[in-house]
């Protein structure tokens, strides 16, 4: 079951809300023959969390399908770069990982009980069972928080992201599971940035459109730091977009902080650029187009991941009134740190 955004938790009484996990979707199935992790994809995950499968084989009865979030929680709070590094293809790597970084699974629905289907009972019944399973500390396994107060959950909208969460979700109690459907509402952080355009990307369908367009932000010490992109456009102004940006293509690389990565490159080093490959890429195409450094768009995001961008941005306008050299980290609000332990104690 999937969610919808919205820019406000819903009024009105039936609600259940939740912190929102950022992490990677799970569903775990445990029957006689054993355990299996699953991805929204339909891939398996358990080659990747081996901690995770011993967990749910010694605790979870037979006949039982959650519903949950695979984090990697730190003292500092969630770590999603150390959640990736889980997904290794070498064995011998995915084992000292599970080690020096294990992995928590946060359960938030339960499908199915001693070979039950429950995907048709109300929201609410699946979460007193859900609470019932969990009722005893399970290592490795944690409930999320849940309440029915409006007030608290915009408490924890407020709080929480500073452990790595990603906003709150709210359910209708007396919904059925619904497989595929956008029936749950999530509400995240909007906020806006005002970044420097350095480059773009062609779009699939050929160099008549612009696929996406390279942010970058200017740190402390004056360096042009790739941020992430933004490419919600549609196909109409992809193609205005490659047109309107033809003349800053021009003598684009004399002198562009980024002029080192021109194609697709292999990065390292203190700066963070554009083309950089790692087994998340694979074979796609991570060439890009240099722009001078003229342009500055006005973008909307949900929150950082370090020092990038965690999603995909929303392209707001152009900011022809501002200066590159203005695009700067210090634009962007700080979320103040929270412990991860005050999430999960958080009473429902």
């Keep these: 079951m999937l969610a919808k955004s919205a820019t406000s938790l819903p009024q009105g009484d039936g609600f259940l809300f939740e912190p929102k996990w950022d992490g990677f979707r799970a569903i775990v199935f445990r029957d006689a023959r054993g355990v299996v992790i699953q991805s929204r994809e339909g891939k398996p995950l358990d080659r990747y969390f081996p901690d995770l499968h011993e967990a749910f084989a010694a605790a979870l009865p037979e006949g039982c399908v959650l519903d949950g979030e695979i984090v990697v929680a730190t003292p500092r709070g969630l770590d999603f770069d150390a959640l990736q590094q889980r997904v290794h293809p070498a064995a011998s790597r995915v084992a000292r990982l599970a080690a020096k ?3 928590s699974f946060v359960a938030f629905d339960m499908l199915a009980l001693e070979g039950r289907d429950l995907m048709s009972s109300p929201q609410a019944e699946r979460r007193l069972l859900l609470e019932a399973l969990l009722a005893e500390p399970v290592p490795a396994i944690r409930l999320t928080p849940m309440t029915t107060d409006r007030a608290l959950a915009l408490r924890w909208l407020q709080h929480f992201e500073g452990a790595g969460l990603d906003g709150v979700i709210a359910k209708w109690a007396d919904q059925p599971y619904l497989p595929g459907k956008r029936a749950m509402v999530k509400i995240k952080h909007q906020r ?41 456009f549609d196909m109409e102004t992809r193609r205005r977009l490659a047109v309107e940006l033809q003349p800053l293509r021009d003598k684009a690389l004399q002198g562009h902080p980024w002029s080192g990565w021109a194609g697709a490159a292999a990065g390292g080093g ?29 973008v909307r995001y949900d929150h950082l991941q370090g020092d990038r961008f965690r999603h995909a941005t929303l392209f707001l306008r152009w900011r022809f009134d501002k200066p590159p050299k203005a695009c700067r980290y210090d634009q962007l609000e700080v979320t103040p740190p929270y412990e991860l332990a ?5 009473h429902p």
């Design 270 to 298: 203190q700066q963070r650029m554009p083309g950089a490959r790692s087994r998340w890429s694979g074979s796609k195409d991570l060439s890009w187009e240099p722009l001078r450094i003229e342009r500055v768009c006005e």
């Design 101 to 103: 970084t294990p992995a």
């Design 342 to 346: 005050r999430v999960f104690s958080a």
């Design 192 to 232: 806006t940035a005002d970044c420097v355009v350095a480059g773009f990307r062609w779009h699939k369908s050929g160099t008549d459109a612009v696929g996406s367009l390279l942010l970058g932000l200017y740190d402390e010490s004056d360096v042009l730091q790739h941020v992430g992109v933004t490419s919600s």
